[in-house]
């Protein structure tokens, strides 16, 4: 009972005595809001310097960034401005200094944003003041931009969808941020620099740029830009063009005999495997597709006349050998024709043919 009794008592002095602690320590601090320090996303965020570029033609870039840059190409079609391609232009674009007293006066004065905190956050609003040096104005005359054949070349590789929102930067409105603080705004709505307790603060949000920043830029769609004409092809008498890979080029002059294939005055064996695909194959790269079926069915046939040949049975007495012959001068001719011309009818062997070529090709 003692025991149970003075157990009781200690469990109540340790209740009080904690607290008593707690009633004597310093209430805890509110955590505070931490602000955006960083630069200002762009100059939509300063209403002073957005109403005025505005004003003057200027559309302000989606960030103050380096990337946007005369002559580069950029999609917008998915929200954020994506880089495409760079120095798509053959000119050269002109750089000057911009000479716009409103502008340039609104952006050496300072500008302010407000630091990213909502209404209400602070007791006094946090802002950033930034001052720019003098901006430089970077131009490509609108005539001048034709792209160049690799940028119109890769530029056609897209589909309507991926070329939706392409623009191309024209002019660029560039200038260092020479000076960036934050402070606050009184009642009256004055800019009061951080002090006291928040210099650690003030030390963080001061930063410059190392480079110049695109504060505002003017595009065109590229919907809008005058793209080259093609080369001029190489175009035989058919009017096909040749095409890359093709060993021969166009293809003008085309002979064979029952070992060989002259084209363009390059003569080529066509006996063995190797040969007969190296050809074939190459028929391809140039578009004489049926003039490759035409080769390889001349030399089947040419192969099965050999073979009925060392056979003496093939000629006589079943009569294989002439057949097999006779059908090798036809695909032979019909390849010749379709290299020169590929457009002819695709028909069946002997139907085609003007002059009957002798057995034996």
């Given at each position: 009972m003692f025991r149970n009794g003075a157990t009781s008592v200690i469990h109540r002095c340790l209740l009080g005595l904690l607290l008593v602690i707690g009633?004597?320590?310093?209430?805890?601090?509110?955590?505070?809001?931490?602000?955006d320090l960083q630069p200002s996303a762009n100059a939509s965020d300063m209403p002073a310097l957005a109403d005025l570029l505005d004003r003057t033609g200027w559309l302000p870039t989606p960030e103050l960034s380096g990337i946007f840059q005369v002559g580069s190409i950029f999609s917008s079609a998915d929200g954020p401005h994506v880089l495409m391609l760079r120095g798509c232009f053959e000119a050269e674009a002109s750089t000057d200094t911009y000479t716009s007293l409103d502008l340039t006066s609104q952006l050496q004065a300072g500008v302010r944003v407000r630091g990213g905190m909502g209404a209400g956050a602070l007791e006094g609003a946090l802002v950033k003041h930034l001052?720019?040096?003098?901006?430089?104005?970077?131009?490509?005359?609108?005539?001048?931009?034709?792209?160049?054949?690799?940028?119109?070349?890769?530029?056609?590789?897209?589909?309507?969808?991926?070329?939706?929102?392409?623009?191309?930067?024209?002019?660029?409105?560039?200038?260092?941020?020479?000076e960036q603080t934050c402070g606050r705004l009184d009642a009256s709505g004055r800019f009061v620099g951080l002090g006291g307790a928040e210099l650690e603060l003030a030390r963080a949000c001061s930063q410059v740029s190392l480079e110049p920043v695109a504060v505002a830029y003017r595009v065109v769609p590229l919907a809008d830009l005058s793209f080259?004409?093609?080369?001029?092809?190489?175009?035989?008498?058919?009017?096909?063009?040749?095409?890359?890979?093709?060993?021969?080029?166009?293809?003008?002059?085309?002979?064979?005999?029952?070992?060989t294939l002259t084209i363009n005055g390059e003569t080529r064996g066509?006996?063995?495997i190797e040969a007969r695909s190296a050809i074939s194959a190459d028929l391809q790269r140039c578009d004489r597709a049926e003039a490759a079926r035409a080769f390889d069915l001349w030399r089947a046939h040419r192969r099965a006349t050999n073979i009925a040949g060392a056979t003496l049975v093939g000629f006589w007495p079943f009569g294989i050998g002439?057949?097999?012959?006779?059908?090798?001068g036809n695909w032979r001719e019909r390849m010749e024709q379709l290299l020169l011309d590929p457009t002819v009818a695709d028909q069946r062997s002997g139907g085609w043919r003007k002059q009957v070529r002798s057995p034996g090709g």
């Open positions: 009633h004597s320590l310093p209430a805890r601090a509110k955590p505070r809001l931490v602000p001052k720019f040096g003098l901006p430089e104005h970077h131009a490509m005359a609108r005539l001048a931009m034709t792209p160049s054949a690799v940028c119109a070349e890769r530029l056609g590789r897209l589909t309507a969808d991926q070329r939706r929102g392409l623009y191309a930067v024209q002019e660029v409105l560039t200038a260092e941020i020479a080259p004409d093609p080369p001029a092809s190489d175009l035989p008498a058919t009017g096909l063009p040749a095409l890359e890979g093709c060993p021969w080029g166009r293809i003008q002059t085309v002979s064979s005999s029952m070992t066509v006996r063995g002439i057949y097999t012959a006779w059908n090798a």
